[in-house]
């Protein structure tokens, strides 16, 4: 089993709609991150997560949300998408600050078509 | 700001050549910086790591170099094969505060037969 799954890994829906991705860990990381990725734009930070009561805004937060409902699960909602949410979204994990070396573990990703 | 660029953004080579890919970033101060290899519809992972003081660091057929001073790196492929078609990745990560990792755009690496 991966360490890091995401689901849904494919997902079609239309404008207006309420999407959420889930995401959870095995690896007993207490920071996890959502990462949206555009070809040519590369993976852009969305939130970020340091701990179960601990929620930050990434470069692109604006028409996202997201719940840190334990510590091993992370998900990500689009409240009502739209068609240029439509990419490729990744969750990843990495070690607390004390053993941080800065190493992310990700996904195998989440691929979101607005239509 | 915090920035990191690599170059070229794509780079098509036959089967058995060798290839090097560019990093370069601002990110200040440095903590490390790692290059990880993201193949087509799958999540990047961590190929190699390069903290301040190391200047040369090989995995297998991937060797990673880092020059502090001028704030760049290279990633050399040796022998390509199919295998190494994959988008490449330079992260760095910055000293001290959330460590929250600066990405690169990456490369895009095809490997011809």
């Known amino acids: 089993d991966a360490d890091v799954t995401q689901t849904p890994r494919n997902r079609i829906t239309k404008t207006g709609k309420r999407i959420m991705l889930e995401c959870s860990q095995t690896k007993g990381h207490d920071r996890m991150y959502w990462y949206r990725q555009d070809p040519g734009l590369g993976l852009r930070l969305i939130y970020y997560s340091f701990d179960v009561k601990d929620i930050n805004k990434g470069e692109i937060s604006d028409g996202y949300s997201v719940s840190r409902q334990a510590q091993a699960k992370f998900s990500l909602s689009l409240e009502s998408a739209i068609p240029n949410q439509t990419a490729l979204y990744f969750c990843?994990?990495?070690?607390?600050?004390?053993?941080?070396?800065?190493?992310?573990?990700f996904g195998e990703g989440s691929r979101l078509t607005v239509l | 700001k915090n920035q990191v660029e690599q170059s070229p953004q794509s780079l098509i080579i036959l089967e058995g050549k060798n290839c090097t890919l560019q990093?370069?970033?601002?990110?200040?101060?440095?903590?490390?910086l790692r290059w990880y290899k993201q193949d087509t519809g799958r999540g990047p992972v961590s190929l190699t790591i390069m903290t301040f003081s190391e200047n040369t660091k090989s995995n297998g057929r991937y060797t990673a170099t880092l020059d502090a001073d001028t704030k760049q790196s290279s990633l050399h492929i040796t022998a390509s094969q199919l295998s190494d078609s994959a988008s490449y990745i330079c992260v760095v990560t910055q000293k001290g505060g959330s460590y929250i990792p600066t990405f690169g755009r990456g490369t895009s690496l095809i490997v011809h037969p």
């Open positions: 990093c370069n970033y601002t990110v200040s101060p440095f903590s490390n």
């Open positions: 990843a994990t990495s070690a607390n600050s004390r053993g941080n070396t800065g190493e992310l573990f």
